[in-house]
């Protein structure tokens, strides 16, 4: 038996509407969604209501169409602090800076009853994270992390409502759990292999948090010179994320910075056990692929052992080739599709009239410095992902100094996230105690 008769989801963003859709049709489980009341969720939840708690899932490609869906809630909540009765599984659709604001606010009753929560888009630590908060209400709780959300999806018309659609569906995520053969990780195995999406079991959940691009890609492609002035510089200056300088920030200097990066994560992954990760190959294989012609797959499989310099020339064809989708049909004029155009997002007004910072690099700042938190803890060094820090923590000071008379979101803080941080690292410790002792 698994714990999917009674599943709540919290958060109220797109993500959590294609949630409700695909497990109320794959389980015919009793869904609630409850959110924080804000000026964003707003007119999520008066569309709910208006609407009699329908849903609608819509996509954009027919060969995404085991997302679609129209559905009905069961229940909704407004306030995490409102939310009652005996939920099975609580799924976790917040962002993840957000898991422990939201999950402090529930009821210690709720909380006590829940056997199952899951981390749809985690970062590395988040599972620890959540077992130790968790163990202080119920120890035989049991945490699943994705390695990232399993799609692209957004509001269908623009601003949240009941109402989204999904514009790309992976082919494969991973999933790791705290609790050893578990019924659960089964049964959303079969659910996921409904929508068309492969779940690859990892031995632990750290395993599959390491399997999120994100992490590798994000600091040195957003927490750079070029990127930052081009998020928090002058507002008119068109940049993207993926093309090479001086249209976006890929020069060979990121290029280093983005190997070393993934080098520091790598020793920090060795002391605790995990495996490391070859990053060409996830590159290639499990996220955008290249032509043959452009990267042999002697290369990819023989990455991790070639010489610093030998990977960072695979990674710099990897960018380049990238440009354009080597895969597209080209136009008339022989051009394949612009698949590099990503525009680097500004700094924006947000519905509550302040200054904010795009999600990327909002969220990045969360998991670097999670990570960094990591390896200090585990005595690994990792100059890089300081210089990242560094650079982004100096720029955001820089914008206050520079908006002083303006209204700034809280993301224009410098944070230390010590609490989160300290919480992870007792459950490493706990957990490298265990296999010392086995
Ligand atoms: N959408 C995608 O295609 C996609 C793709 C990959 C990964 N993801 C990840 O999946 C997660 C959810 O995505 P989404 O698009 O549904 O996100 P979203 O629109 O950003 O909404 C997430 C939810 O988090 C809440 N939240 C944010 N900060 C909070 C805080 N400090 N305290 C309490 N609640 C807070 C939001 O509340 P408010 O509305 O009140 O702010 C909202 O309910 C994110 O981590 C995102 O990065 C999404």
Request: hydrophobic content about 35%; glycine content about 4%.
């Amino acid at each position: 038996m698994s714990d999917f008769n009674r599943v709540l989801i919290l958060g109220t963003g797109p993500t959590s509407i294609q949630l409700a859709v695909n497990f109320k049709k794959h389980t015919g489980c009793y869904i609630a969604i409850a959110g924080r009341e804000s000026v964003r969720s707003e007119s999520f939840f008066s569309a709910l209501e208006q609407n009699n708690r329908q849903i609608h899932a819509s996509i954009q490609n027919e060969k995404h169409r085991t997302m679609r869906g129209d559905d009905s809630l069961d229940q909704i909540f407004e306030g995490y602090e409102t939310i009652l009765g005996e939920w099975d599984t609580i799924i976790l659709s917040v962002t993840t800076d957000a898991y422990i604001e939201v999950i402090k606010q529930i009821n210690d009753k709720v909380l006590k009853k829940v056997k199952c929560i899951i981390l749809v888009s985690p970062t590395f630590g988040s599972n620890n994270l959540i077992k130790n908060y968790i163990s202080n209400y119920n120890s035989n709780t049991e945490i699943i992390s994705f390695s990232t959300y399993y799609g692209d999806t957004r509001w269908a018309d623009e601003k949240p409502s009941n109402r989204i659609i999904t514009t790309a569906v992976k082919k494969k995520v991973y999933l790791g759990s705290s609790h050893q053969a578990s019924k659960n990780m089964e049964r959303l195995y079969d659910v996921f292999e409904q929508l068309g999406i492969v779940l690859k079991m990892m031995d632990t959940p750290l395993e599959a948090e390491t399997r999120n691009i994100s992490l590798y890609v994000h600091p040195p492609l957003f927490m750079n010179e070029f990127s930052l002035n081009a998020i928090f510089g002058n507002l008119n200056d068109k940049k993207y994320v993926y093309k090479v300088y001086p249209e976006g920030p890929v020069t060979q200097y990121l290029i280093r910075d983005m190997l070393s990066q993934w080098k520091e994560l790598m020793m920090l992954l060795e002391k605790i056990n995990i495996k490391s990760i070859n990053l060409l190959k996830f590159m290639t294989d499990d996220n955008y692929p290249v032509r043959l012609e452009s990267l042999s797959r002697r290369d990819i499989e023989s990455f991790v052992d070639l010489k610093t310099i030998h990977q960072e020339y695979l990674l710099y064809i990897r960018y380049t080739s990238l440009l354009v989708d080597p895969f597209s049909k080209p136009d008339e004029d022989g051009r394949y599709f612009d698949f590099s155009a990503v525009p680097i997002k500004k700094m924006f007004i947000n519905r509550e009239g302040k200054w904010d910072i795009p999600r990327m690099p909002k969220e990045d700042y969360y998991r670097i410095k999670i990570i960094q938190g990591i390896a200090k803890y585990l005595n690994s060094d990792c100059p890089v992902i300081d210089k990242f820090i560094q650079a982004y923590e100096s720029k955001i000071q820089e914008v206050v100094q520079s908006h002083e008379t303006e209204l700034l979101s809280d993301a224009f803080s410098i944070q230390s996230f010590e609490d989160d941080i300290n919480m992870i690292c007792s459950e490493i410790e706990k957990s490298v105690k265990a296999q010392q002792k086995n």
